[in-house]
């Protein structure tokens, strides 16, 4: 096997695609999108010259003469106020023309309609565009839409945004001796890649739009890569040498080019990238649940971000505060968590085992022959990043046409012929 080295690899799936075409969404439905052009005011903000306390609007020097009450939504424009009058008003009520200030309540005196105070000119008056004047770009293309953009671009007058389409990601889970529910009898294994799958996919700012599982069987296989309509197919498991793993031979039966064949990490070095001749991309994640996360972080992030349209994350780096061995030829991932400015590795980072990711933050990005130095950060993704929408990720798992097993049970996973 001809491993590249981590860097390379993850340098390859960043600048290997192009972000999706722009479209446009209504606000709600942009979140987890990137902008594909800048987000630009089209009001300014605020609006109109507003109150920014509850109080009085005064003209000229006092006492003033009250004249009237303004609040917010009130409808027209208020009357001009002159020199020596006043009137009331509430917080984000238009300011009337001639008013120099809102004297808050807790400031003024008042006896019957006379308002007494001091107030400098201009004080408590938001004047309209002081905090964005219209025109204005206020985020740049590739800004991922969160629950404050979205604010964001309410305020400032938008309906829909212009973003890059999310990919669509197909995953194939392989392996006869999965099962998906219940406690695994002997020689079987709970399937841990598919449950985590869809919220890193996600996290990467793509959706999950089709899934299936099929069992070690190569005709499955190849059947699975041609059928599936996605923009990246996602395979798990197979990726190694054994006589069960068929990801590398149906890639070169459908004539695959596999500019990754391996790279040169612990775990998941059997991770590759390969290009079918139809253009959609397949990333193919080790069976081993972490290396597989491993992989999904070296691969799949990457490859995904590029094509949502993301602006690529800013590096990160620690000091690392507990032991490592460094790998001689390999670069390891390693679970930490950030204590400050430092990061602890937690440990239990078998590559079969999940336990040590599940309670990082992140992974440290160990270079072989790490001399101490500061290490990179991957950042793990948060978990709201796993929140179940049933809109845009059906899960379709394979019908079952023979039990691999006469022991089978609900929840296995069946031998089967072709991809869904
Ligand atoms: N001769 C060699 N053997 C292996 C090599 C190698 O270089 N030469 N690499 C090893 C490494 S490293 C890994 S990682 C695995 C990768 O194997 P595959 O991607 O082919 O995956 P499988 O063989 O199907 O499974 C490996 C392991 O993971 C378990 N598994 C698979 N899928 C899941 C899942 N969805 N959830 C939980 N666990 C899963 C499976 O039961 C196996 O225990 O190859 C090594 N061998
Ligand atoms: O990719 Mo494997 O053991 O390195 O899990």
Known sequence: MSAVTWHEARRYAREVGRPLGPVQRPLPEAVGSALAVPLVALSPLPAYDSAAMDGYAVAGPGPWQLVGRVLAGDPGTPAALSPGHAVEIGTGAM?????????????????????????????????????????????????????????????????????????????????????????????????????????????????????????DDASALVAALLRCDADVLVVCGATSAGAADHLRRALDTLAAEV???GVACRP????????????RYVVGLPGNPYAALVAALTLLSPLLGRLSG???PATQTATLAGPVTPHD????????????????PVGHDRPGSLWGA?????????????NGDEVELLSL?????????????????????????PTAQAGDIPRVSAAP
């Open 95 to 215: 300011v009337p023309n001639g008013a120099d200030a809102v004297l808050p309540y807790e400031r003024a005196g008042r006896t019957g309609r006379t308002v007494s105070g001091g107030i400098a000119p201009g004080r408590h008056v938001r004047r309209r565009g002081e905090d964005c004047p219209v025109g204005r770009e206020v985020l740049p293309a590739g800004t991922v839409v969160n629950p404050i953009v979205l604010g964001l671009a309410a305020s400032l007058g938008h309906d829909t945004l212009t973003v890059h389409r999310r990919p669509r990601v197909g995953m194939v889970v392989t392996g006869s001796e999965l099962r998906t529910a219940g406690l695994p009898l002997p020689g079987q294994v709970r399937d841990a890649i598919g449950p985590m799958l869809p919220g890193l996919v996600r996290a990467a700012g793509a959706e999950l739009a089709w899934g299936s599982r099929i069992a």
């Open 381 to 405: 993704p948060a978990a709201e990043t796993a929140l179940p929408l049933p809109a845009i990720v059906p899960w379709r798992p394979t019908v079952a046409s023979a039990p691999t097993r």
């Open 268 to 279: 998941g070095h059997p991770q590759l990238f390969a290009a079918l001749p139809h253009g």
């Open 329 to 344: 030829r390999d670069t390891r991932l390693v679970p930490v968590a950030r204590v400050g400015s430092a990061a602890l």
């Open 259 to 261: 500019p990754v064949r």
């Open 358 to 370: 599940a309670g990082a933050d992140a992974l440290a990005v160990v270079p072989p022959g790490w």
């Open 310 to 312: 993301r602006t690529e």
